[in-house]
């Protein structure tokens, strides 16, 4: 890392780190407001995770118009073709998001922060990436809550001689190996999308499951432009609804009963309604006690257990797939979608391998060794997630004013103030970070909640002639016990997942996202409602 000399530095306002939705749409709202910005992003093209993922059969799991900005200008050409869109597809949509707001010219590609300080005396951050130098009175985290890749320490893995990806670095000229004998290690999102889209592909396919993934129907289909044109008189009022909405999405809403205010015969069809509309209905819009009564959580474990196993010809895999008992209460672990995983199963070139009962030993030259045998490979996938969270902002080196790093502040748990602050780094706030509601959050409706937030704070502090803000210590302790009261009241907190912070080892197991979009927005609107209440504000003499 190169010091920039002070020639090179860039002096502004506010500078934006990561370009997925966050950081987009706060550069264009800040812009929008006059103030001074750039945004740098590490990779060599926006889009955020949708981007940096190229593992084959990436696409979102949001359906269509959710997952986009509500931007008149930017949906009014834009037209996608599959109701759940395709990686390539997303990155083309960042692309004409960013010509049609012009971006552009305040954006820095190639670029990634690896420290910031805070200076006392000017109330300024200095901070340093791989190129330029940056001076900024703000500095806005967008890092996103997936940018830094997680690979479990798996004895042997640099010994493996095949080919060897995490599904988040898959190389840009696509997958090797096509007909090869393939190994996918991770069950979760990414896991299931690669597994759909190699097993057609790959002379043999083995699939490790730690624990089964609850994947849900996506009905994926394609999309008639003429059908997105005319239903575009009614776009304003359906992102009028997905914006203000409790789940985030225009049309998925919770009932507002329990799984027993009805007959077993209604509750059967409600769960039919929801399965057959695909998505996440299934997850986000049946009975209102699903992840929080144990007894309403497995009445929808139970039907989604049978009408997997329906498609699974083998009974000991249908049982691995599909266990009897829950494993842990269905949808507090992110249910991925799916659209063939169940049945490739039944294909004679896949094979399912159950880690609890056969753990890996070592990863050897020519494959996976488990306590059951040699499984010889030429691909290995890992598709083992994230350092979920909090792994984009640890990353950096950035201090508070006892010159403490994130990392250390947070080795005892996670504090911060409504999941956009830490006491003790003043001008810094996060968006869709540790804390707030995230991964429980539609991307794009968080990204221009919290955006529209942070934009008002800093017209605020502008027109009140402040230069800084801080929170109050305080604040972290709180906001972390209301969250663990929040996973001690529902069934999240029995599960290890990484919405708890248990996939990595090592990290204090605390529920790391606030689990309804809908009450963290008012919470966060509250706060301004209340004069930024926790906030503290100051001048530099
Ligand atoms: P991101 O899109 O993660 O963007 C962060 C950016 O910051 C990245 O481009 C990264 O390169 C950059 N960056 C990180 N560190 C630095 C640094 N030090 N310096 C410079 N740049 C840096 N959400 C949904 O709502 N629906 C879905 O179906 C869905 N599917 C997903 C599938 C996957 C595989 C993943 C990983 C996430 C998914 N998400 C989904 C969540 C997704 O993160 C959000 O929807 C949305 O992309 C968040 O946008 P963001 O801008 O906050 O963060």
Known sequence: MNAPSSDDVVGLDALVVGAGFSGL?????????????????????????????????????SHVPNYELSLEA???????????????????????????????????????????????????????????????RYLLLCTGFGSKAYTPDLPGLDTFAGVCHHSAHWPADGEPARSGRVGVIGTGASGVQIVQELAPVAAHLTVFQRSPVMAIPMRQRRLDPAEQTAAKDRYPEIFRRRNNSPSSFADIERLDISAFAVSDAERTAIYDEAWHKGGFHFWAGTFNDILIDERANLTAYQYWRDHVRQRIDDPSTAALLAPTEPPYPFGTKRPSLEQTFYDLFNQPNIDLVDLRATPIETITPTGIRTTAGDIELDLLVLATGFDANTGGLTAIDIR????????????????????????????????????????????????????????????????????MFDVDPTTGPEWSAHLALIADATLLGRTDSWYMAANVPGKPRQLLN?????????????????GYDGFRFGSAS
């Open 400 to 467: 508070d004013r006892h010159d403490r790093s994130l990392t250390e502040r947070w080795s005892a748990g996670v504090n911060t103030h409504l999941g956009v602050a830490v006491d003790g780094f003043p001008n810094m706030l996060f968006l869709y970070g540790p804390q707030s509601a995230t991964a429980f959050c539609n991307g794009p409706v968080c990204a221009e909640f919290q955006g529209d937030w942070v934009t008002d704070l800093l017209i605020r502090l502008r027109e009140r002639g402040h230069t």
């Open 514 to 530: 606030y689990p309804s979009p809908g009450m963290y927005t008012d919470r966060l609107r509250q706060c301004a409602a209340d």
């Open 25 to 61: 749409y706060l550069l264009h709202r800040l812009r929008s407001e006059g103030f001074n910005v750039r945004l740098v992003e590490a990779s060599d093209g926006v889009g955020g995770v949708w981007q940096n993922n190229r593992y084959p059969g990436a696409r979102v799991d």
């Open 74 to 136: 930017v949906w009014r050409d834009w037209t996608w073709t599959e109701r759940f869109p395709g990686r390539d597809e997303l990155v083309a949509y960042f692309d004409h998001v960013v010509t049609v707001l012009d971006l552009a010219r305040d954006i820095d590609l190639d670029t990634r922060v690896a420290a910031a300080r805070f200076d006392e005396s000017t109330h300024r951050w200095s901070v340093t990436t791989d190129g330029r130098g940056y001076e900024c």
